[in-house]
């Protein structure tokens, strides 16, 4: 995709983290690969659904090669792993907002990856939870192995005091920082 114009960023004007940088060129690194030279103006509706039938072709096969055995690799010899329907929908998502940046920098008048037939639908995740009597189980397990204060090594422990406060939030599963700040020290003295 050839930007034709200003020649500002098409992602926006704030600066962007490392890690989101990153995201968005690898997002865009398969809209670059498809349409390479391709005008900005010049990707109409025909092209916007080649290019999701294209990711979801490469994602199939590449399933289809990995469940008959073959050793897929990256370029720097990482294990390729296929695209999934959530990262196949962040791609046509990121697609989708460079064309909107183009209408707004009047590069084009529509934006083609913005209808129906472009949307891709994850399924939710499959949820697990525990049954009420897994549950009473769990929690009569837990009792079972609840410990007291723990030995602290012959740590002289007055009643009420400082060391003994953070032995018993330690004891709960606090962090260090939490224990500090609920006993009022130092996350050092914690430690």
Not at 37 to 42: R, T, V
Not at 122 to 127: E, F, G, I, Q, S
Not at 172 to 179: A, I, K, L, N, Y
């Amino acid at each position: 995709m050839v930007a034709r114009g200003k020649g500002q960023g098409l992602i926006g004007d704030s600066p962007l983290s490392e890690n989101t940088e990153s995201d968005y060129r690898w997002r865009l690194s398969y809209s670059r690969a498809f349409f390479a030279g391709k005008a900005l103006d010049e990707i109409d509706q025909d092209d916007a659904l080649a290019f999701k039938a294209h990711l979801l072709a490469k994602s199939r096969e590449a399933r289809d090669a990995l469940a008959a055995g073959a050793n897929l690799r990256d370029s720097h010899g990482r294990r390729l792993v296929p695209l999934g329907l959530a990262s196949i929908k962040k791609i046509l998502d990121t697609f989708a907002a460079v064309l909107d940046e183009a209408i707004e920098d009047s590069h084009r008048a529509d934006n083609p990856a913005r209808s129906r037939r472009m949307k891709i639908r994850v399924p939710k995740p499959k949820r697990t939870f525990l049954e009420m009597d897994e549950l009473a189980a769990l929690l009569e397990a837990a009792r079972d192995q609840d410990v007291g204060l723990p030995d602290l090594g012959g740590l002289n422990l007055q009643a009420g005091g400082t060391a003994e406060k953070v032995a018993r939030l330690a004891a709960t599963g606090r962090r260090p920082d939490q224990v500090a700040e609920q006993v009022a020290v130092s996350k050092a003295t914690v430690s």
